[in-house]
């Protein structure tokens, strides 16, 4: 599973008071945190006024490249502090995201287009997150012509068909899946993505829908996870998934984490 | 979910202690507390030698029924103790279980033919369990022949279809999944059932892999499972699962399971 590490996000209180306050150790600290519990990739989201963004962006992905080597994941609502905060970056790594809202796509894939650059792609559209999975297969299948004209390979692309809240529509997960499934049949290479407490907004204990959400959506292909990854009941039960579905076999990596100290019980 | 509480085994060490013992105090206390995790079944097995087990099955039959009215889900290896328990319960159970071993089914289905009791159904015979899917499910066709010889409704079937162990064999759960839904799709009312704990023999925080089995399973159609109801992180993934598939309209089983302190962190 590909684990893009959650945790240096400016929406978080805890991360926001760190921005404000240019607390170095505290953001170096994450950084290495998440590095230390084999996140594929950071996630670098600053969540500031867009005057100051490109700033702290620059600020807080070399802090992070100062303790590790993780590749990083712009995350920004404005494509436009996106393709600005590129250059800051020592390696390729991931935008998260473009959609079909508004004009990011078409700032986004032109500068990516001869790069190895990845990116995130949200399947919703100036009108919003669309009900149904057909309506969302639309709007991916306009986002796969776009990638198509950039010459941008699927491989390259965590499609997130996005997850919305259970409580007030039953359907969330089923409609989820069947986006993923669907998105695999067609695009084997390509990667799905999500975050995964979106789902459980509003209801009780949610740590227990995220997780069994987890387990569903990676049976139905998602293989790309927003997530903390020091988070160790949700990464074991990553492991455990995979194991299951025939995809570490003889439980290699399953064990080798939890003899690194990644899941399970705390030594 | 049909939950078939399985605190009250001989073969778990201290119930085993409270059986040499007579412990009257021990067994009433586990079934109490089962019936109050809103088990569906209370599972009986004595797991003693066969010439003192229909004694040790009475004495426990008639504890858990001195505290709830949680019907008795008869467990024994034996397919004549199994019977001669019958008459101890005083409502209508589930016989746990019968298979293509020996004589089990012959002795079994003719007692329970014209009755609402209910049975499980192991998916093996003399060999052993078989590895393949193809194999399993010629198990369960000749299951179901002598199921319709005796005219035994499939709803009164609870299909076991045995998992290994997924340190030594990859395919623990893919195998397992199939056989769900093929079963479920031949007989939509037929129950499918299963133990939690046999996919992590031998691998390290087994929780994790039993947790994800559970979910990966549920999914697959499996609607009975042989647990400790009192294992509050496993019942909040079953319901958790159950409102992700759609089962439980506006999550009103799972806020209810939530709000009746069955699942979440404790109070």
Avoid at 10 to 37: C, L, M, T, W, Y
Avoid at 246 to 260: N, P, Q, S, T, W
């Amino acid at each position: 599973m590909i684990i893009i590490g959650e945790k240096l996000n400016g929406s978080i209180p805890v991360v926001g008071e760190a921005i404000i306050n240019k607390d170095n150790e505290f953001i170096k600290h994450r950084a290495k945190i998440q590095a230390e519990a084999n996140a594929t990739y950071i996630d670098v989201c600053a969540s500031v006024p867009e005057d100051m963004e490109v700033e702290t962006l620059k600020w807080m992905i070399e802090l992070v490249q100062e303790v590790t080597d993780v590749p990083i994941c712009i995350d920004s609502p404005s494509p436009h502090s996106c393709v600005k905060a590129i250059p800051f970056c020592k390696r390729e790594g991931i935008i998260n995201s473009v959609s079909l809202e508004g004009e990011k796509i078409d700032v986004i894939f032109p500068v990516i287009a001869n790069t190895k650059w990845e990116c995130v792609a949200l399947l919703c559209d100036d009108k919003g997150i669309p009900n149904s999975v057909e309506r969302r297969m639309e709007v991916f299948e306009n986002i796969m012509a776009k990638a198509k004209e950039y010459n941008i390979d699927p491989s390259r692309l965590h499609i997130d068909p996005l997850v919305v809240t259970l409580g007030t529509d039953e359907t969330a997960l089923t409609t989820f899946a069947e986006c993923c499934r669907r998105i695999k049949k067609e695009y084997p290479t390509i990667h799905i993505t999500s975050g995964l407490s979106n789902i459980s907004f509003g209801l009780p204990a949610r740590k227990l829908i995220n997780q069994a959400f987890m387990v569903l959506a990676r049976n139905a292909g998602m293989d790309s996870a927003i997530v903390d990854p020091t988070n160790r009941d949700m990464l074991g039960l990553i492991y455990a998934t995979e194991a299951l579905l025939e995809e570490d076999e003889f439980c290699l990596e399953y064990i080798g984490a939890y003899r690194e100290g990644l899941i399970g019980n705390k030594k």
